[in-house]
């Protein structure tokens, strides 16, 4: 035994050293990043190029995607409408739906963020989440969308991309330990390298990402959003070439009587983009109802019904490309064109509504074409040598059906002249655009069609972001357990001598199963003091407590508790088990609600911004005041696992925990303010605030 244990002393000092050059390590790599991340704005500007590069990548390899799926279900790389004239019924309606199961599956079990449009889902994270995406979300998008649309569903390449770029952008930033104000910027890089690498238009992809992903425009964020697109157009044109998307015939604005039709088309592309609005919106709802089918298989549904729906105009599948190019150079009828127009808009709404996976933008695209070339049809006659040609008309519906359905005019524009290269139109396309975009924001009241979806789910945005900064917080994490209750039957004079004894502000009067009837408020209480002294024993509870008075539930925003407080002005909410179960949980404090909106407000980018700042601190303790100074920190392992408010720091060292830098499971930094209850984990980095004696000696 003793020689055992002769053995092993020498292996203590050792090990020792090994723990020390790994704190080493850790503390040199982090400082390497804070100097990296937290100074130079060329920093920001050269994780932009990144994200540029990868999302031109990413661009291309998604395309590949569609083709092989593209080639295995119809045996052609870009499967022509006259390929899908000849193709057998059986394979028009089983192969949108056997990708629609695919899909499905994808969603359900791998990643329900590539389910749908895509953007909605990066604008929330922007607003909401901190614009922090889940990296998993680029892989699953790539193959929910591409197997979507390669198997023939109405949908876009666009939406996919910029949630696959959003994807990249979020991960490098997060890998880079970025502050949230950057995340987002480099989430708007990704999603405008998305934009640029398809439609080979790298300004109108800045200002997509600057107008629909931000909601707002600063140089600072502009900057490294355009190196982002620049450099995926730079990749995409180096795969496919410098060609412009579509190839219109030669067309132009040839007299200031165009005006006309073109007013007229505006008007119908901004009540179309309404219409396309509130279809995809309807068709989500329709195919979210539960109990009718498991969420995996409707997608295969709505796959079947657009197979139904190709048998009879089998130009519905697909994006819609075709669609633009035929409304360009096909003279077709005028009903043709319009009901090729409905039909592609039910297309999309099986498509997306059942829970396939592609984006709105080219679909809205083929919309406007064949919307402006049904004008047209109607002009030309009228117009005779005074006409500009019919693909003037579906160019120019193009763009006011991007506006309408994105409320970007900026964007719509500039999307038309970049994807087409024609400049002759800019006339009667700023007018179009701008009267479909004011004409659809009034009916759709001020909401996008990436918008619309989150206003449905109840979150508001403005400038790109919730101004309720108490969206993402529930009630079921503020409130508190314990509250007074009482019978309806107990006296009013009991219930008074109760009330002004109690440290709490509301009775609550419940059943014999603890259900909530009504509530007693102090108030409630004086007015009864001041009835008749005779009433006291007759009156009861039931006969004084308020019965219609409002109440959350656990899963409640603060932010719906806000405005019910506002409306009630009462001191607490009750918080039921749910609508059916009308049982007490607890309550809801109204002061409890104001310390998260501020505590909200201070941490929404404090903790990065300071934690820039403090990046020399693994050298040197910070002197910021006289007597007080900043130095990090390395608990030791007897602190492992206790909670702040066990290692009572304060007292023990005399100084206070700020921040603390921790190593996420993924390798990443992340630094945030931690409270009380906050367990101190191994690894973890804690910036202290105190004298200079004690944080020397904590450093």
Avoid at 5 to 33: F, N, V
Avoid at 456 to 468: A, C, E, H
Avoid at 477 to 504: C, G, K, N, W, Y
Wanted: overall charge positive; some cysteine.
């Amino acid at each position: 035994m003793l020689t055992v244990m002769s053995r092993s002393a020498p292996q203590q000092p050792r090990t020792t050293r090994l723990r020390s050059l790994g704190r080493w390590a850790r503390r040199l790599g982090r400082s390497w990043m804070e100097q990296a991340r937290g100074g130079e704005y060329l920093f920001l500007l050269f994780t932009a190029a990144i994200i540029g590069i990868l999302g031109g990548v990413g661009s291309i390899i998604f395309g590949a995607g569609i083709h092989l799926v593209q080639n295995i279900s119809w045996g052609l790389i870009e499967p022509t409408v006259e390929l899908l004239r000849t193709t057998s019924p059986w394979k028009l309606l089983l192969i949108p739906a056997a990708g629609g199961l695919i899909v499905g599956l994808i969603t359900t079990f791998f990643a329900s963020e590539a389910k749908g449009h895509g953007v909605p889902q990066v604008i929330k994270a922007v607003a909401l989440a901190g614009a922090r995406i889940r990296g998993r979300v680029a892989l699953a998008k790539i193959f929910a969308s591409a197997i979507t649309i390669g198997s023939g569903g109405s949908a876009g390449r666009e939406g996919p991309v910029i949630q696959i770029g959003a994807a990249i952008g979020s991960r490098i930033g997060q890998a880079m330990g970025m502050s949230t104000r950057r995340l987002r910027t480099l989430v708007a890089c990704g999603a405008a390298a998305g934009i640029a690498g398809t439609f080979n238009a790298p300004v109108a992809g800045a200002l997509f990402s600057v107008e629909v992903i931000l909601g707002e425009f600063g140089a600072a964020q502009f900057s490294p959003i355009v190196i982002s697109s620049v450099l995926a157009t730079v990749v995409a044109r180096s795969w496919h070439g410098n060609a412009a998307v579509f190839s219109p015939p030669p067309c132009t604005f040839a007299s200031p009587w165009e005006l006309i039709p073109y007013l007229l088309l505006g008007a119908l592309c901004g009540l179309a983009s309404w219409v396309y609005i509130h279809l995809i919106s309807r068709a989500e709802i329709l195919f979210d109802r539960p109990g009718r089918l498991p969420n995996w298989s409707r997608p295969a549904l709505g796959g079947l019904m657009l197979g139904a729906l190709a048998l009879f105009f089998p130009q519905v599948m697909g994006g819609g490309l075709h669609l633009c190019n035929q409304a360009f150079s096909d003279h077709l009828p005028a009903l043709l064109l319009l009901t090729l127009a409905v039909a592609k808009l039910l297309a999309t709404g099986f498509t997306l509504g059942s829970g396939g996976s592609g984006g709105v933008f080219s679909p809205a695209l083929a919309l406007g074409a064949l919307l402006g070339a049904f004008v047209g049809t109607l002009a030309e006659p009228l117009l005779g040598a005074r006409f500009g040609g019919v693909a003037a008309y579906s160019l120019v519906g193009m763009g006011g059906v991007i506006a309408g359905t994105m409320l970007a005019p900026i964007t719509a524009i500039l999307m038309v002249i970049e994807i087409t290269s024609n400049y002759a139109i800019i006339l009667p396309v700023m007018t179009v655009v701008i009267l479909s975009t004011v004409l659809s924001s009034r009916l759709s009241g001020h909401l996008s069609i990436y918008t619309f979806k989150l206003a449905r789910d109840g979150i508001r945005l403005f400038r790109g972001r919730s101004p309720d900064l108490l969206q993402a917080h529930r009630v079921a994490d503020h409130l508190q357990p314990h509250f007074e209750t009482t019978r309806p039957s107990e006296s009013a004079r009991d219930l008074v001598d109760r009330i002004l004894s109690s440290p709490h502000a509301q009775f609550y009067v419940v059943d014999d199963e603890g259900a909530l009837l009504g509530t007693i408020t102090l108030a409630d209480a004086r007015r009864i003091l001041l009835s008749p002294p005779a009433l006291l024993g007759v009156l009861m509870a039931e006969d004084v407590m308020r019965r219609h008075t409002p109440y959350v539930l656990p899963g409640s925003s603060l932010s719906d508790a806000l405005a019910k407080f506002a409306s009630t002005h009462l001191p607490e909410l009750p918080v039921l088990h749910s609508l059916s179960d009308r049982r007490l949980l607890g309550t809801l404090a109204y002061p409890d609600v104001l310390n998260a909106y501020q505590d909200e407000i201070f941490k929404a980018d404090a903790p990065q911004a300071l934690s820039r700042g403090l990046a020399s601190l693994s050298a040197q303790p910070l002197e910021i005041a006289p007597g007080y100074e900043l130095s990090e920190w390395e608990p030791p392992a007897d602190l492992h696992g206790k909670s702040l408010a066990d290692a009572r720091l304060p007292d023990t060292r005399g100084a206070r925990v700020l921040l603390i830098k921790r190593i996420a499971p993924d390798g990443t930094l992340h630094t945030f303010l931690p409270d009380a209850r906050t367990i101190i984990q191994a690894a973890d980095t804690l910036i202290l605030l105190g004298p200079p004696t004690e944080t020397a000696e904590s450093h």
